[in-house]
């Protein structure tokens, strides 16, 4: 008899000890789920990529350490440039002080090479009164990239601006005439002169002109640092300030500017940072 209650001493003490538990369990209450702060997609997190995202109105948004822009709704928007990565730090703090630190992986991509030959050697190595109006260009186009306006048209979805054969992409290394130049940073479309070119998205044009490597040339704010371009074009239908919709006619393709042969060159920016419009276009049918 002794026996047997030393040997259901230890199951009463564990059992006692279950019930205590248990009772601690019961007793304990689980606070509410916090919600994320970011909402952020796997898409476009990739050298060359645009990537959407929403905050709670009224946050805070900084892309290693850079500031974000961000819409009434909470919606911003962030781009990778040809070689961006490994990672990038994005950061949002709420209004109300709370913060949320996302660490994002960057894809990295392969690029072509791509040999161009018979380009009239005064666009592959200009003389010094070319250099002097490309330099003054470039300063016009440098604050076009500055625009960071509050449009809400950079998430509402593009459009092909003409349907044709793709005849170079985006990150490809260019040799002109043999001579190494820097990376090729848009979508070309292989299309006749005349073709018409529709806006890829809505927006203002911020620049309509004749620009000496890319020859007549548009480039529209869609909102937010995000701003695309039309060049080589044979006639351009708009002017400086007007307001464009999405899939509006407002240019006809040519070859004006340094190329080989009629087509669109369809650029895109977030600011500073040239993208790949590609990804953000429809499949082809």
């Known amino acids: 008899m002794r026996r047997r209650l030393i ?3 230890p199951a009463l003490l564990l059992a006692g000890c279950e019930g205590a538990e248990a009772q601690r369990s019961e007793g304990r209450t689980t606070g509410p789920t916090v919600p994320r702060l970011l909402t952020l997609g796997d898409e476009g997190l990739t050298q060359g990529g645009m990537a959407l995202g929403k905050v709670p109105p009224g946050s805070r948004v900084t892309l290693d350490s ?6 009434p709704d909470g919606q911003f928007v962030i781009g990778f440039g040809r070689d961006a990565g490994p990672s990038a730090r994005l950061v949002a703090i709420a209004p109300d002080g709370r913060q949320e630190i996302r660490e994002l992986a960057i894809q990295k991509r392969d690029w072509d090479i791509q040999r161009l030959t018979g380009l009239p050697q005064a666009m592959v190595s200009p003389n010094p009164q070319q250099l002097a ?6 300063e016009r186009i440098a604050a076009v990239r500055k625009i960071d306006s509050a449009l809400p048209h950079f ?8 349907r044709g054969r793709i005849s170079g992409v985006y990150g490809s290394q260019r040799i002109l005439n043999g001579e190494a130049r820097a990376p090729h940073l848009g979508l070309d479309i292989a299309v006749p002169t005349g073709t018409p070119c529709h806006a890829m998205g809505a927006g203002r044009v911020v620049l309509a002109e004749d620009l000496y490597f890319t020859g007549n040339t548009i480039l529209l704010d869609h909102g937010h640092g995000v701003v695309s371009l039309y060049a ?3 006639v351009l239908e708009v002017a400086n300030g007007a307001t464009i919709a999405r899939g509006q006619r407002i240019a006809q393709t040519g070859a004006t500017g340094r190329v080989t042969g009629p087509h669109l ?11 790949d419009p590609h990804p953000l276009l429809p499949p082809q049918g």
């Open 7 to 9: 040997l259901a001493a």
């Open 66 to 71: 850079r500031a974000v822009s961000v819409a």
């Open 133 to 138: 109006r490309i330099k003054a260009e470039r």
């Open 155 to 162: 998430a509402e979805g593009f459009v092909w601006p003409a």
């Open 232 to 234: 080589h074009l044979s």
């Open 265 to 275: 060159h369809l650029g895109m920016n977030w600011l500073t940072t040239a993208l």
